[in-house]
């Protein structure tokens, strides 16, 4: 599967930006030339300097520290919420897809209603109800995100229920539990994995632009979404203010989907041939 | 199974849809926190009022009663057209709601049209050079497309347009030179969005038999896109359009936030800021019953329009 990756260019550059950007999350304090919360009124708006190298905000602080922090809380939020998301997604799928019957149906059928209203839509009026703040955004998106990963899980648990290992595994005096956990999981988690990184890129424009609508994370974090909302104000005198932030979101977004198109591909060559996908 | 009897199988399936969205709709006013009478009194008034005044007003407001009361109670209401007062501003939520989606439909129907004109030709340009240069540039841009925030790219045009080139204006409604920046913004996202599902539909279509028997008879190459893969290619459209529709409304919130458009999505954050619970109630079960009537009517154009569907044991949902 590596090879595959690898063999994709697509993929590892996807790879590379979604690596880096870890790597500047996690090297925040050692990467970023000021406090990123550190308010100096007297150079507020300053041009590109040796000191600043994109400037400052309105409030004097520096906007490239500010924009390596809001790695740590734009990629933390994604991480913690794409983490509830696979569980509960994994969890519905599995027991809906292998218990079958009126569970299934009713289960089945909570998924169809709330994918039949626009997800952005329905996560707006449940934050917004919950009221702003990064609780209630990662609560409010982790409840209806999980249906699309639970109706995938259902599907691949459905004609793996019937697999001849399944079966073996049942004459051998397996109980459910020891079916599901040893042999049915491990065959539902990769095509979850890839799932994943194809959302996340989703997941990283729905949170930034929540915190745009000031419903997610709250100034003064440094929350690439928050800052640019916060740019706002500005933005007939100061256009970078807004500019920089959404040139970062549209980065890390890209980085994710070239990685999921990517894993995707790899995970199914055969599709990916047939449709021309492999070696772009 | 005859039209009928499906119309009717159909019917039954939606009306069980809307009936768990208003159930969940109305579920989200058990969510939020404080009490509906104690912040509506101090809307009113300004300072905290008392707790005698606040019993008083959840009795009529009837919030001293059950959930499953009011639950049917707001129902029952909502079937005859009926989603309450808005708390902002004491109109009908309905009325609201209807003064204010011809804007969001205007917006999300034009940036769906003009998204497609984009995507269709692209596509075909993509999958017909695929693997040149063209191609790889094509399906760049369509990627980074999908990848940019819709709020972000509305403030990139605007400062394009409306700022740098001063030939647009930055923003409000009245007239079709206010509709260009929303539109263009949620079109660029929509065309990226469509070009990539259309080339991977159209590259499909390339290598199937029909395409290498119109070949091998001699067919020149752009006959066989446009005649036989495109056509083909074009059927997914309906419900990649109605798909994509919706994603348009969820981003013309923000879309429309942007530039002051009227529409409905600027109103729902709005309610959102104001805590309008009722508002916001009403908003998830008006779009939702939209959303499921598009449906309903994309199911059917298919059972009427695709053979393969109307004789095929699959159209039962």
Known sequence: MMRLVFRSRAAFAGGTIVVALFAVALLAPWLAPHDPALVDPASSFASPSAAHWLGTDNLGRDVLSRLVYGARWSLGIVVVATALIMSMGVAVGVVSGYAGGLLDDVLMRLVDTVLSIPTLLLGLAIVGTLGPGIGSMTIGLASIWWVGYARVVRGLVLTLRERGFVDAARALGANDRRVVLVHIMPSVLPSVAVLASLEMGELILAISGLSFLGLGVQPPTPEWGAMLNDGRSFFFTAPQLVLYPGLVITASVLGFNLLGDGLRDALDPVDALRLGRSGA | ?317
């Not at chain 2, 058990?30 to 019993?55: F, H, I, K, W, Y």
């Open chain 2, 1 to 317: 199974m005859s039209l009928a009897q499906w119309l009717v199988r159909r019917a039954g399936g939606a009306v069980v849809v809307w009936l768990l969205i208003s159930f969940l709709a109305f579920s989200l006013s058990t969510l939020a926190p404080g009490d509906p009478a104690q912040l509506m009194l101090l809307r009113r008034t300004g300072d905290a009022p008392s707790e005698t005044e606040v019993v008083e007003l959840r009795h009529r407001m009837g919030l001293d009663r059950p959930f499953a009361a009011r639950y049917v109670t707001w129902l029952s209401n909502a079937s005859r057209g009926d989603l309450g007062e808005s708390y902002r501003t004491g109109q009908p939520v309905l009325t609201e709601l209807r003064t204010r989606f011809p804007a969001t439909l205007t917006l999300a129907l034009t940036a769906l049209l003009a998204g497609l004109l984009i995507a269709v030709p692209l596509a075909a340009a993509s999958a017909a050079a695929r693997g040149t240069s063209l191609d790889h540039a094509a399906r760049l841009l369509a990627l980074v497309g999908v990848s940019m925030p819709s709020y972000w790219l509305a403030y990139v045009l605007m400062l394009v347009f409306a700022v740098m080139l001063g030939v647009l204006p930055v923003s409000g409604s009245g007239g079709l030179r206010h509709l260009v920046l929303p539109s263009l913004t949620l079109a660029l996202g929509s065309a990226a969005s469509i070009t990539r599902m259309l080339r991977a539909n159209l590259l499909d279509e390339l290598g199937s038999d029909y395409v290498r028997t119109a070949r091998a008879k001699g067919l020149p190459g752009h006959l066989v896109l446009m005649r036989h893969a495109l056509r083909n290619a074009l059927n997914p459209l309906v419900t990649v359009s109605a798909l994509r529709f919706g994603r348009l409304l969820g981003e013309a919130v923000i879309v429309e936030t942007v530039f002051a458009w009227p529409g409905v999505g600027r109103w729902m954050v709005e309610s959102i800021y104001d805590r309008d619970y009722p508002a916001i109630q009403g908003f998830v079960l008006y779009i939702a019953t939209v959303f499921i009537i598009i449906n309903a009517i994309v199911d059917l154009s298919y059972r009427v329009m695709d053979p393969r569907v109307r004789l095929g044991a699959a159209a039962t949902a």
